[in-house]
């Protein structure tokens, strides 16, 4: 286990790439699911509530009292079983691309002004790893909460919404606060648009027709979203 007060650049340069559509993902998996008591068995990787069934994973799981977090592919229950296996993806990117927050099994988050929102980020930004459709967390305890990732086709994706798109690229920014272009680009790769930069501009192509103009103010804010129809 190590000790942490601050993520690494590498993470949260990774974790500004799935911020904007990540957000707008875990909206639309919170109109999905429906309300009620939830069930899990683990070892037919199935989520129940209020009459939804989805497959899933293990993410990993926080605990509450130490302010650590494990990762679904680190705990030693589980290790090797199919409910992690999407989750050891996220273990193998932290080794190929040089991130020690994907591929340490055990952080203790404890330095942290705020433990429970570095685990809320340890779990978007593994859910934007694992290209996953949302996560949820849920109380697996009085001490602990359990994430568990939808691994399941019938989970609707967010698409582009050239309305929404403004929303979506500030909200996105907003929430690591790291690198706001990194956050557009991240965007458009994950939804296949096209991507042009010229200076403090980025340009792209939306589907149905329209442009969108992304600018960019001296302190790499986003400083405007302006949408043409072409």
Known sequence: ????????????????????????????????????????????????QGGLELRIAVLGTYDLREHSWMWGWA??????SEVVALTGAIERYGRNHGIAEFTEGTL??????????????????????????GY???PAGPDSLVYFL?????????????????????????????????????????????????????LTDLPGGSAAEIEFDHAGRIAAVRLTAV
């Open 150 to 202: 939808p691994d399941d086709p019938q989970v609707p994706r967010a698409g582009v919404d050239a309305v929404a798109l403004p929303r979506q690229l500030l909200t996105g920014a907003g929430l690591i606060g790291r690198s706001a272009r990194r956050v557009v680009t991240g965007y458009l790769e994950y939804h296949g648009l096209p991507l042009t930069e010229d200076g403090d501009r980025i």
């Open 136 to 138: 949820l967390g849920l």
């Open 1 to 48: 286990m190590i000790v942490m007060n601050q993520f690494s650049d590498a993470f949260l340069l990774e974790a500004e790439r799935h911020a904007a559509w990540g957000a707008a993902q875990l909206e639309a998996l919170t109109a999905y699911v429906p309300e009620g008591p939830w069930t899990a068995d683990l070892a037919a990787c199935l989520y129940r």
């Open 108 to 133: 203790d988050l404890s330095g942290f002004e705020d433990p429970r929102r570095a685990a809320e980020t340890l779990a978007f930004a593994g859910m934007g790893v694992a290209e996953a459709p």
């Open 75 to 80: 705990n030693p229950g589980l290790r090797g």
